[in-house]
């Protein structure tokens, strides 16, 4: 089973904060962005929390490989960090500084899937903590005719076979929360 997992380097938040409290973010020369080449940068936390949920497929015993693929100018030290996660291949696609919008981004990341020999499973984080629209992965399921599944909760895996289970999913017959409680588990923020 191939995985390809798709990240995306971001403004670290709370430096972002940071420079505004402190007056040191400044205004770009062309006056309309953030000077923010002074703000540390770092994996978006929603794709991060995408190739974890890839690394516990493996965990969970199915045989996979797991891709994680970048667009951007410099992404070293992002893919560095997707190597230590687990990632068995790190795959930066160079855009240069063109800026580049959503629709753009969904079609690079589908073509480079599909001549890159396809995949079992695209996991993507359910939004950017740049720009937050979210779009990107549905626009990645219609390009590559793939279902997706919005807000998955959980995963089960059985064998070879995995099974996303949506926010609000049954498991054993029980609704999420309270199959949650079950087991001893609390549901986090993001459940709610």
Do not use: W
Request: proline share 5%; hydrophobic share 40%; aromatic share 2%.
């Amino acid at each position: 089973m191939r995985i390809v997992v798709c990240v995306k380097e971001v403004l670290d938040p709370d430096a972002v904060n940071n420079y505004v409290l402190s007056g040191n973010l400044k205004i770009g020369e062309d006056g309309k962005t953030l000077d923010a080449s002074a703000v540390p940068r770092l994996m978006n936390g929603y794709d991060e929390q995408a190739l974890e949920a890839a690394q516990r497929i493996r965990d969970a015993g199915a045989d996979c490989s797991i891709t994680a693929v970048t667009i951007g100018k410099d992404a070293k030290a992002l893919l560095k960090h997707c190597a230590a996660m687990g990632a068995d291949d790190i795959v930066h696609i160079d855009a240069g500084d063109t800026s580049l919008d959503c629709h753009v981004v969904a079609n690079i990341l589908s073509a480079y899937i599909r001549t890159s020999g396809g995949a079992d499973l695209v996991f993507c984080g359910r939004q950017a903590s740049d720009d937050d629209q979210g779009v990107v992965p549905a626009l990645i399921g219609e390009t590559l005719d793939m279902p997706v599944v919005p807000l998955a909760r959980a995963i089960e895996v059985n064998g070879n076979t995995v099974a996303p289970l949506p926010h609000g999913a049954r498991q054993n017959g029980r609704p999420q929360e309270e199959a949650d409680r079950h087991r001893g588990k609390r549901p986090g923020p993001v459940d709610r």
